[in-house]
Each structure stands twice: as C-alpha cells, then as structure tokens.
C-alpha cells in the first residue's frame, strides 16, 4: 500500500481514547514516521515543573520552550523516546504530576506557535502519522486522512489506569477518570486549538475496539480512499 500512498495522517481525539498505540501501529505498518505531539507538551510541562517555573507565567514557558532542546527519537521496536538536552524523559513525562498540569501549559498560545513550527517542520520532511488534540484542525490541516479516535470516559479512564498501575503508579480508577475529565474539559474548552474533530476528520468510537480492530480500521479506511 505504501507505494500509492502520499500524504500525512492526523489522529486527534481525548485522552485513552489509544490515538498513541494505534497511531505508532498504523505507522509502523506503513513505514512512516510516527509523531506523538502529546510528549511534546508533556516534556516542557516535566521541565517547567523541574525548574518550579510557575506555570502560570506565559513569559516565563516561552523562554524555556525557546531555550530547550526537546527532540523525538523511534526505537527500533518502534516506540517513541523522548529527550530533553540529551536526556531520557520518556517515563517521566508519564507521571501523574504531569498530566495533572500538561493542559496548563497546552493553553499558553506563543507555546504552542512554537510547538506548531516544529510540528509542521517534521511533517514536510518526512510522512508521518501525527497524533495529538489539533492536528487535523490546526497542525496539518490539508493532510488527506485525518481521524478523531474516541471512546466513553469509562473505558478510557479504565485503559489508562491499566497503563498507569501497570508501569507502577499508585493511582485508583476514580482518581484517573476525574483527571481524564478535567483535562479534556481544558483542552476541550480552551480558545487556542481546542481538541475537536476537524470537520473532514472520520470520527471512530472505540469503546467496544480492541487495538488491533482500530489499526486495521484505520488501514482499511486509508485503502479505501487511495483505492
Ligand atoms: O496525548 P497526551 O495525552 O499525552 O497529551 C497530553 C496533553 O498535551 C493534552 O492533554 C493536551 O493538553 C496537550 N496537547 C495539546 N495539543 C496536542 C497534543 C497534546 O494541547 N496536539
């Protein structure tokens, strides 16, 4: 398929609704570069909070958004590592701390400016697979596939407290839903590249999915529309 295949995908839609997993499947089966734009915003949200930078002061993120290097790199196995100034922070930015505060920091706009030029910089050299809360309305607007993975806060709570409990966090289902909730409420509500489907965007509920069902969803719709 990937002879005939030519443009981005754009993957959008809330927290646990498995935009991350099936999106670096979906890459990874295609051979194109997969970008996960949440580590991004999750790594400046991990430094600020390092450097006890009041997340409230715009000037204060912008500067360090500006002065640091945060960069993506593939594993072999296909996972995505993520750097800062040459330091492995995947695991850390998946701590409670920073999802409780990430959306603090998504809503500042000259961050997100910054995020969008380096976004939009790895999407023209490469084909990627981008997942994140505004790339089919925001990010990459003329990528030809775009699709909004959702799923019900109860499932979507349930997966990421497997995902936490299993790497360790000491967290109750209760607690992760009520974080899920409010996140999405601030990324929903905020006035900068709010997380909405884009209007062209295939919206797939995938409450009652399981990862594999999604990935082979989405390829066999990217077929139908390069058929
Ligand atoms: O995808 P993930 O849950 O890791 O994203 C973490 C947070 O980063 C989101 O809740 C949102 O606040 C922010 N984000 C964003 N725009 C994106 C990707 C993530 O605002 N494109």
Redesign the pocket.
Known sequence: MTKELRGNIAI?GP?GAG??TAARLLAQKIDYLYI???????ALTWLALCRGIDLNDADKLCALAESTDISLACRENGDISVYCCGEDITAAIRQAEV?RN??IV??VSRV?KQ?LQKQRQMAATDQVVM?????GTY?LPDAPFKFFLTASLEERARRRYEELTAAGEDVTLETVKEEIFQ?DK??SQREI?P?KPAPDATIIDTSDMNINEVVTMLLNLIKERIR
Do not use: N, P, Q
């Not at 996960?36 to 999750?42: E, F, K, P, S, V």
């Not at 997942?131 to 790339?135: K, L, P, W």
């Open positions: 959008d927290a935009k991350s996960d734009t949440g580590a991004m915003y999750r999802s990430v959306s998504a809503r997100r995020m997942d994140g809360r505004d790339i990010v996140r601030e990324d590249a997380l």
